[in-house]
């Protein structure tokens, strides 16, 4: 999966996975979130993430926020992954703190207050999330 139209097909399986009992972790980096996404498009392990991620930051949106495209470390690999299907550094900080409006809105207006680790809610987010990407 290398093209945007990956992106929402990706967000579909990896909604499948967690929704089917997948290890689910928010505080790690490879069993979180966005973790759970790179594992999909990467088929990465969550340990392989973790290793890559390093010790400098402790979050995907604290990494998204920090990140230098000059850097040699090996989570920018993965950002670049993300980026090539269309999962930019916004939908990143969106999708580990589960508050992205765009995606949001795609959510009944009773079902938006979510929490970021709470897998039930996680689902909910991925499925809105593949909406928006199929809709682009």
């Given at each position: 999966m290398n093209d945007a139209s990956g992106l929402s097909r990706a967000l579909q399986i990896t909604a499948d996975r967690l929704a089917a009992g997948a290890r689910y972790?928010?505080?790690h980096v490879g069993r979180c979130n966005c973790g759970h996404l790179v594992q999909t498009l990467t088929e990465r392990s969550d340990v392989q993430i973790l290793r890559a991620f390093g010790q400098e930051l402790a979050e995907w949106s604290e990494h998204a926020r920090a990140r230098c495209a000059e850097t040699s470390h090996d989570v920018e690999e993965l950002f670049a992954t993300l980026a090539a299907v269309g999962c930019d550094r916004?939908?990143?900080?969106g999708l580990e703190q589960l508050d992205h409006p765009d995606v949001l809105a795609r959510l009944p207006a009773g079902e938006r207050d979510l929490r970021r680790n709470e897998r039930d809610d996680v689902v909910r987010y991925l499925?809105?999330?593949?909406?928006?990407?199929?809709s682009r």
């Open positions: 972790e928010w505080g916004r939908h990143v900080q499925r809105a999330f593949a909406e928006l990407a199929a």
